[in-house]
């Protein structure tokens, strides 16, 4: 999210001094990092969490649209040598829904006929057939018992798998040789607001030890899980209410040739009962600094921080007078998620295997490994937990941070420009002509426009090679 926003704002005001403090000694190893989110590229093609009305498809659209977006903003930023070749980020990878039992192949039949009509989602088949469907993954159907039970699927082909780690680095490469100040090993522990409106941020060296501090006229909290540690030090009255829950997630990972060589696709299929949305089961075809991998999951998991190595101490140093009665609240009213969270807690190594099998029935235990996700910290206001992102800014715009995870990096092109749109209003007639050379459709919808649809996701998809 800060490397998607330091681009932004390096191509809008090349002038402009940015500085950048990440605590750890690289950048990209929480959320971003390719083995700690599972590198769909979300569009909706394929997640049922993003459209639970059959006959309803606006939220699906808008987040293709946001994917859009992104897609463009790469396909500028390739152009223009900022990013290496598209392969080292972005790979065609078909998206496939796959759902068992009567009640879902009738939602999913249903979702198909809705969305096969919106120009975002040409190309989108549908199958009752076990021999379509072995053609599209055949690991879902090897060996699966002819039940009585139906099933169903639907793919497609224009979906993709990215290395959100690998963009993150690239973006980062590029500012820090244009001049951007990466100060790697730097945690920052307090942002305070001075009288002439600008922000004292105070930071400690980790490695030396030494504390600092710069002033800025902007500050930009991307910092993932610990968002809102640092947005309540702010003291921005726009922060109060807020809390977060932190839910931790594992992978089964396997680099067996002969099983990866067999699915190229990723496919997710219908969340448990109490499940939090991003916790629907997925089997991915992953493809990480130019190795092939599978990987299913999510399975969650519970730790009290915020971040993959944050504190213990993350969960109750949040808790404040003003948000916690909304945290209690969400305790008392999410008894589905609590025994869905505690169930998935007790499921041993060869219970997540069975899960694995009902996917892929003949996955055998040594070719997979259990591998540790990043943390998300859902956000929990007005007493209700939320699974999206939110962008919280003062009212001055001087500063601004994000909470959240989900559709998270797919959509940090259209999140970033949100966060301009509040924080640089005064600047917005003068750098649409930039947004435009870097998001040709921006401040435009396409679903509306079959032919401009057509258009746009083909240039994008020539242009980072990603044609179905
Ligand atoms: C299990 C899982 C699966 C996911 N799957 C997907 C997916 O398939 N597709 C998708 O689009 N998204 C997915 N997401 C969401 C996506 O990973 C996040 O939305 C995105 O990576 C968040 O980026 P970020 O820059 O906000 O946070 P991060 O990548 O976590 O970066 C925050 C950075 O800030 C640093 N930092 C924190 N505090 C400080 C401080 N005080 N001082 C200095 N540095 C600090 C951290 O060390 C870190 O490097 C998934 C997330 C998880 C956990």
Redesign the pocket.
Known sequence: ???TLGTLLHELQPDWKIVA????GE???????AW???????AALCELNYMPNDQDPSKAVLINEQFQQSRQLWTSLVAKGVLDGPSTFINATPHMTFVRGEKDVAYLKRRYETLSKQPLFAGIEYSEDSRVINQWAPLLMQKRLKSDEPFAATRTPSGTD?D?GAL?RQLFGHLTAEGANLRLN????NLKREKDGTWLVT?RDKVGQTPGQVRAKFVFV??????I??LQKSGIKEIKGYGVFPIG?Q?LKTTNPTLVAQHKAKVYSQAAVGAPP?SVPHLDARMVEGEGSLMFG?FATFSPKF?K?GSLLDIVSQVRAHNLGSMLKVGATNLDLVKYLVSELLKSRSRKLDSLREFMPTAKDEDWELIQ????AQVMKGGKLQFG?EVVSSADGSIAG?LG????????ATIMLDVLKRCFADKTAEWEPKLRELIPTFGETLNDDPAKTAASTRATAEALSITA
């Open positions: 999210m800060s490397a403090f990440e605590r750890q950048v990209a190893t929480e959320s971003s990092n700690n989110n599972a590198g769909t590229g979300h990215v959100f993150t730097h945690e920052v522990k930071y991307g910092a993932g899980g610990w968002a540690k640092l997630g992978f991003m999510p971040l190595k996700a990043g943390q998300r992102t994000l995870a989900s559709p998270g990096a797919s959509t940090a």
